[in-house]
C-alpha cells in the first residue's frame, strides 16, 4: 500500500525551539516537496528535491532546512528563526519534478507557543 | 502577490446540480492548470488538469475549462454527489512549481 506518512499528526513546542517534521514515501519518487498553509492562502513551497542529496529552496525557505540523505525521507526543520512557524505542513512527491501531479501526505499541524 | 485565486472562499449546492469552482490567474507563463480536491484530515489528492494550449478537459463527472484570453478557469461537476464535498484547489505549473489558490469549500446538501 504506497502512500506519503508525515508524523506526528499533531505538534507542540515552545519558541525558540527547533523542530523537525518527518516525511516518508514508499511510491520511489524522484521528487520530494515541503509546503506550507496558512488560513486563506493557498499551498506555499517551502523546498524541493528533484533527486537524492539534492534541494532547492522554494519561495519560503527562510528559517527552515531540510535533507535529502535517502529517496524515501525528507524531513524538514523548522528552526528558531522561522517567525511565524505555527501552520500546517504538507509533504508531497512526484515520480520525477516535471510531474505536475503530486502525491501529497496527510499533514502535520505545528502550534508553537 | 497571488498569483493564483480563487475568489469564493465556499459554495453550497444541492445533490444532482452543477457544481462551478472558478479560479483566476495572473502569470500567464503557467503551462498546465490543475484541480486537487482535499478531505478534512488527508492530504490534497489530484482531481484533473488542462494544458495551457486546450480550453476543455473532461473526465466522467468532471470538465475544467480554460479562458486564457480572461486568464480563468472553471471546473464543473455535473452531478454533484454528497461525497462531492471537500476543498478544492486551483493550481497552476511554472517551471518546476506548483502555484496554489486559497481553496473553495464545497458542500454538496443531499
Known amino acids: 500500500d504506497g502512500g506519503i506518512t508525515q508524523s506526528p499528526k499533531y505538534l507542540f513546542r515552545k519558541e525558540g525551539q527547533n523542530v523537525t517534521l518527518s516525511c516518508e514515501q514508499n511510491?520511489?519518487?524522484?521528487?520530494m516537496y515541503w509546503y506550507r498553509q496558512d488560513p486563506g492562502q493557498g499551498l506555499r513551497l517551502i523546498y524541493y528535491?528533484?533527486?537524492?542529496?539534492?534541494?532547492q529552496k522554494g519561495d519560503i525557505a527562510e528559517g527552515y532546512s531540510v535533507s535529502r540523505e535517502k529517496k524515501e525521507s525528507f524531513p524538514l526543520t523548522v528552526t528558531s528563526a522561522q517567525k511565524n512557524p505555527t501552520a500546517f505542513y504538507l509533504c508531497?512527491?512526484?515520480?520525477?519534478?516535471?510531474?505536475?501531479?503530486?502525491?501529497f501526505g496527510p499533514g502535520t499541524r505545528l502550534t508553537v507557543t | 502577490d497571488q498569483q493564483v485565486k480563487q475568489n469564493s472562499p465556499s459554495l453550497s449546492v444541492q445533490e444532482g446540480r452543477i457544481s462551478i469552482l472558478n479560479c483566476d490567474y495572473t502569470?500567464?507563463?503557467?503551462?498546465?492548470f490543475l484541480w486537487y480536491k482535499k478531505y478534512p484530515a488527508e492530504g490534497p489528492t489530484f482531481l484533473i488538469s488542462i494544458s495551457s494550449i486546450k480550453d476543455k478537459n473532461e473526465d466522467g463527472r468532471f470538465t475544467v475549462f480554460l479562458n486564457k484570453s480572461a486568464k480563468h478557469l472553471s471546473l464543473h461537476i455535473v452531478p454533484s454527489q454528497p461525497g462531492d464535498s471537500a476543498v478544492y484547489f486551483c493550481?497552476?505549473?511554472?517551471?518546476?512549481?506548483?502555484?496554489f489558490g486559497a481553496g473553495t469549500i464545497l458542500r454538496v446538501k443531499s
Open positions: 508531497a512527491s512526484s515520480m520525477q519534478i516535471q510531474d505536475y501531479e503530486q502525491y
Open positions: 493550481a497552476a505549473r511554472y517551471g518546476n512549481k506548483l502555484v
Open positions: 502569470n500567464s507563463m503557467f503551462d498546465y
Open positions: 511510491l520511489n519518487h524522484d521528487a
Open positions: 528535491s528533484q533527486i537524492v542529496n539534492d534541494f
